[in-house]
């Protein structure tokens, strides 16, 4: 179809559209991580690069807060927002304040859960402490780049408890790739495993329905931990009864909901407002993690499913406001 852009926006948009094609349908015998750049070139020596980084070691996990605090990259996708909390902050893992901003935050409802099987008789972390059960736990992929064994391990270390201490206590720790892991739901089912510290807990169906179902019980996390965590970015929320049937009240956890698109202060407002222009374009064939399509004023206001943790950067707020989907 003809078209009335000039030569370099149609090499650019065929480039990024290929780009985005071929990653989507390849990553996984190409690589794991996207990095696009928009370089000046030789001749415009003058004009600001500009680099979008997604997923992979750097992209995907704790890094991609330092990566876009560094000006490594200038836009990244980091899930779940309160990563981009405590980097702001410049708590827990992040040892120094980034000056980060927030295009939007995506959606995404997620808690932790800390799951143990009932006839361990556990009411609390503590009892795992004082008592040193061997537990046989399922949780999530080690490493520092890894946002949910972080946080786990974090929680863990509150009641005195690390992955270490229970392998030495003669307990195993079967690590993850995804919640939804066969050999997780497998062990959920034989009974094999007696504990599982994850998130991803949405999918009605999921691994922790099926372990409501099947004899665990969920462990919730007493007030005092829930106000440290809260101290390094984390929000304290619950694992709702009416969502759970299986549960006999409201148990206390921490929020893991949230694809924050985070970028930092110094983005020209003008590319910021370009961003956000084009995700409200794009917004009917932009994948999210809801069963709802997405919403612009959720994306800007900040929900239960898009918790907005620090301010928004003034170009995207410029292009909210200018549509009526933030006052």
Same mark, same amino acid.
């Given at each position: 179809?003809?078209?009335?852009?000039? #030569?370099?926006?149609?090499?650019?948009?065929?480039?990024?559209?290929? !780009?985005?094609?071929?990653?989507?349908?390849?990553? !996984?015998?190409?690589?794991?991580?996207?990095?696009?750049?928009? &370089?000046?070139?030789?001749?415009?020596?003058?004009?600001?690069?500009?680099?979008?980084?997604?997923?992979?070691?750097?992209?995907?996990?704790?890094?991609?807060?330092?990566?876009?605090?560094?000006?490594? =990259?200038?836009?990244?996708?980091?899930? #779940?927002?309160?990563? =981009?909390? +405590?980097?702001?902050?410049?708590?827990?893992?992040?040892?120094?304040?980034? *000056?980060?901003?927030?295009?939007?935050?995506?959606?995404? %409802?997620?808690?932790?859960? +800390?799951? =143990?099987?009932?006839?361990?008789?556990?009411?609390?972390?503590?009892?795992?402490?004082?008592?040193?059960?061997?537990?046989?736990?399922?949780?999530?992929?080690?490493?520092?780049?890894?946002?949910?064994?972080?946080?786990?391990?974090?929680?863990?270390?509150?009641?005195?408890?690390?992955?270490?201490?229970?392998?030495?206590?003669?307990?195993?720790?079967?690590?993850?790739?995804?919640?939804? !892991? $066969?050999? @997780?739901?497998?062990?959920?089912?034989?009974?094999?495993?007696?504990? =599982?510290?994850?998130?991803?807990?949405?999918?009605?169906?999921?691994?922790? /329905?099926?372990?409501?179902?099947?004899?665990?019980?969920?462990?919730?996390?007493? $007030?005092?931990?829930?106000?440290?965590?809260?101290?390094?970015?984390?929000?304290?929320?619950?694992?709702?009864?009416?969502?759970?049937?299986?549960?006999?009240?409201?148990?206390?956890?921490?929020?893991?909901?949230?694809?924050?698109?985070?970028?930092?202060? %110094?983005? $020209?407002?003008?590319?910021?407002?370009?961003?956000?222009? &084009?995700?409200? *374009?794009?917004?009917?064939?932009?994948?999210?993690?809801?069963?709802? $399509?997405?919403?612009? @004023? /959720?994306?800007? @206001?900040?929900?239960?499913?898009?918790?907005?943790?620090?301010?928004?950067?003034?170009?995207?707020?410029?292009?909210?406001?200018?549509?009526?989907?933030?006052?």
């Amino acid at each position: 179809m003809l078209t009335d852009l000039a #030569p370099p926006q149609i090499r650019a948009t065929t480039g990024l559209e290929l !780009a985005a094609g071929i990653y989507t349908k390849c990553s !996984a015998g190409l690589a794991s991580q996207l990095s696009v750049s928009l &370089t000046s070139g030789r001749r415009d020596s003058k004009k600001t690069e500009f680099r979008i980084g997604i997923n992979g070691d750097l992209y995907g996990g704790m890094q991609a807060p330092i990566e876009v605090g560094t000006r490594r =990259v200038d836009i990244a996708y980091v899930n #779940p927002s309160a990563m =981009v909390a +405590m980097a702001y902050r410049g708590r827990g893992y992040y040892k120094q304040k980034m *000056e980060l901003r927030v295009l939007g935050c995506f959606p995404s %409802w997620d808690r932790i859960a +800390m799951v =143990v099987a009932k006839d361990l008789g556990v009411k609390s972390l503590h009892d795992i402490a004082r008592r040193k059960i061997p537990l046989h736990v399922s949780t999530r992929l080690s490493g520092v780049n890894n946002g949910t064994y972080y946080t786990i391990s974090t929680i863990l270390s509150l009641y005195g408890i690390s992955f270490e201490k229970i392998k030495r206590w003669g307990g195993k720790v079967q690590e993850c790739g995804s919640p939804f !892991a $066969p050999e @997780r739901l497998k062990g959920i089912a034989k009974r094999s495993i007696n504990a =599982v510290f994850d998130e991803g807990i949405s999918t009605i169906g999921g691994w922790l /329905d099926q372990a409501l179902d099947n004899g665990y019980d969920v462990i919730p996390l007493e $007030p005092a931990a829930v106000k440290k965590l809260e101290q390094l970015g984390y929000s304290g929320t619950v694992l709702p009864k009416r969502r759970y049937r299986q549960l006999a009240e409201d148990a206390l956890t921490i929020d893991y909901s949230g694809w924050a698109m985070v970028t930092h202060k %110094w983005l $020209p407002n003008s590319v910021a407002y370009a961003a956000i222009e &084009t995700i409200d *374009e794009r917004k009917h064939v932009i994948p999210v993690d809801d069963d709802q $399509p997405l919403n612009m @004023r /959720d994306l800007c @206001r900040g929900t239960e499913k898009c918790p907005l943790k620090i301010p928004l950067h003034p170009g995207a707020a410029k292009y909210y406001k200018e549509k009526g989907y933030l006052e």
